[in-house]
């Protein structure tokens, strides 16, 4: 990573945690969107799965720190690892698709399947190893947490296309190039 890269991915996580702190938006009974969501998503989409897999765990480890203490943040924590990489593997391969609806719903699946797997499967996991809980509990609990954070990550997928133009200035040798970045209008 360089240190412009090691920055901006700095920036991110520190915009996850102040996203899923101001902004709480009261979904279920007693989950609120995460709106950190918004911000792993922009850098899974432009800088790829390691800046994503950074922006989430870290920012889930800082934010959870912060409000309360480390109940229910390994395992979010390591569910976001696999969201990340798996969305932004998908996002790194996927700008090659011409068609935007179909590049669309191909970074829409990715995020349903890899949220699914990180938050039903993997955080519902570790926190039945930490707890002691039932696995059905923990599903049942953690399909709210599912649910928001694959809407929100993406609803943002319109913000990632909306920047497009603000973030090829920075970063012109960034792993896109003007090729793709002229494909990603929508048709």
């Given at each position: 990573?360089?240190?412009?890269?090691l920055?901006?991915?700095?920036?991110?996580i520190?915009?996850f945690?102040v996203?899923s702190l101001?902004?709480?938006?009261p979904?279920?009974?007693n989950?609120?969107l995460c709106?950190?969501?918004?911000s792993?998503?922009?850098?899974c989409f432009?800088?790829?799965?390691l800046?994503?897999?950074l922006v989430?765990s870290?920012?889930v480890?800082?934010y959870?720190?912060l409000?309360?203490?480390?109940r229910?943040?390994?395992?979010?924590?390591?569910?976001?690892?696999v969201?990340?990489?798996?969305v932004?593997?998908t996002?790194?391969?996927?700008?090659?698709?011409?068609?935007?609806w179909r590049r669309?719903?191909?970074?829409?699946?990715?995020?349903i399947?890899?949220?699914a797997?990180?938050?039903?499967?993997?955080?519902?996991?570790?926190?039945?190893?930490?707890y002691?809980?039932p696995m059905?509990?923990r599903i049942?609990?953690?399909i709210?947490?599912?649910?928001?954070d694959?809407?929100?990550?993406?609803?943002?997928?319109?913000?990632?296309e909306?920047?497009?133009?603000v973030?090829?200035r920075?970063f012109?040798?960034r792993?896109?190039?003007?090729?793709r970045i002229?494909?990603?209008?929508?048709?």
């Open positions: 990573m360089t240190t412009k890269k920055c901006i991915t700095a920036m991110g520190a915009l945690v996203l101001c902004l709480q938006v979904v279920f009974e989950y609120y709106l950190g969501y918004v792993m998503m922009v850098f432009y800088f790829g799965p800046s994503g897999m989430g870290l920012g480890v800082l959870c720190l409000i309360h203490g480390t229910g943040m390994p395992g979010w924590a390591i569910g976001n690892l969201i990340g990489c798996a932004g593997l996002c790194k391969w996927g700008l090659h698709i011409k068609n935007a669309h719903a191909v970074f829409a699946g990715a995020i399947v890899s949220t797997v990180g938050i039903l499967g993997i955080q519902s996991v570790v926190e039945v190893m930490l002691a809980q059905l509990l049942s609990n953690n709210y947490a599912f649910v928001a694959a809407a929100v990550m993406v609803l943002s997928l319109p913000i990632c909306a920047i497009k133009a973030m090829y920075p012109p040798k792993s896109w190039d003007r090729r002229s494909s990603l209008v929508l048709v």
